[in-house]
């Protein structure tokens, strides 16, 4: 017998061992120490699971943030999955105009967040319920920040420019809408004047003559706050009051200082050097632009803005009388997105381009697309380049 094979008949010799079914007995220090260890990997492992969790959590959080404000403000997002889903699943051209505000609805959103679609392939039910949940709870915090955000600001903005004989307060919503004259004046529907003491009283004692709906383009909309009767296109959704909530929602409640009217023949150096100076102030605080990635302005978050500012000059609620603020938001996105033809298109395409100018300059980034580079000089040194070594390589 070698002497390792004496050795380990020596080390059995030793144990207590009453059949090969038994149990060797250990040490109650060594039981112990191996359960402590094990319980000790397994919450090291708990702690790291609950830390993925956590960020993934916080991640989708920051995301949701982008939902309310650019893709959609009352549907929800299983209504716009639904839609895309039975678009795919049904192949029908027949949709009714809910149905397609629904499918440009999830379009808007794979673009404002690109690995969701992606995401939704990957996850299990519970996984994806649970995602959702935490992307709604982003974005319903973000409603509340910029509700309160615009609240005050709406108020001194009123106060600075019209200098009203009875100053708005922002805590006094009783005194708000069509009960205030300035007010009054910046809801009232563009098809009538309310300078005329007939419309004012039918108004505010809602008479059937004066019903005040979703279906009015409200006077708050428009440059200037006046009406061209003739083409009531013209100056809606120019209106300095919006340039400046959108300011302050997207950039900083400081930027919207400089959101006078320039119009479109503004200087557009100066334009362009006084938005990059505010968004690049923003940054220290780190704006809500900066945060969703925004760098162009689209027509749902004009829509958003345009409901929360409304809200802050009126004491309506979201359904209140006879106005509805849901099928407003609607109407707003509806003009933008579903136009009649290429002609109203461009149209639109020039408003978006106006708006961008007054919120973040001519900034042009997104634009240089792959495409667009190869044709630029960089590019086409570097291929100049190469067929030089090539016709070198082959000379030789």
Known sequence: MSAPEADHQIGLQGLSIPDLSGVVPTSTEARVKRRIAALEEELQTMRQERGIKQRKTTYYIAQGRAIRCMVILYTSLEDLIAENDRRYEESSEDSTTEQDRLQRGYIVLAQVLPWLHAKLGQLDVDESQDML????RGADAACGDDTSTLKDLVASWVNQDFRPA??????????????????????????WDWGDNKVKAGIRDRTADYIVSENSWLLFLYEKYTVNYENLEQGLFKSKILVQAFKATFTSPSSARGADGDGDGADILENNRRARQQLNQAKVKTCVASIINMRKVTPRSIAYVVRFALSSISSWRTIDGDFDYETFWNNVVDFFEDVPGPVAQRRVNQ?????????????????????????MSVTALAQQRRALEDAAFDSE
């Open 166 to 191: 009875f100053l708005l307060k922002s805590d006094d919503k009783q005194m708000h809408g069509f009960v205030h004259d300035i007010c009054g004046k910046l809801l009232c529907p563009s098809e």
């Open 133 to 136: 949940r935490q992307l709604k």
């Open 351 to 375: 408003l978006l381009k106006w708006w961008t100018r007054k919120v973040f300059g001519n900034n042009h980034r997104q634009d240089l697309t792959a495409e667009v580079v190869s044709h």
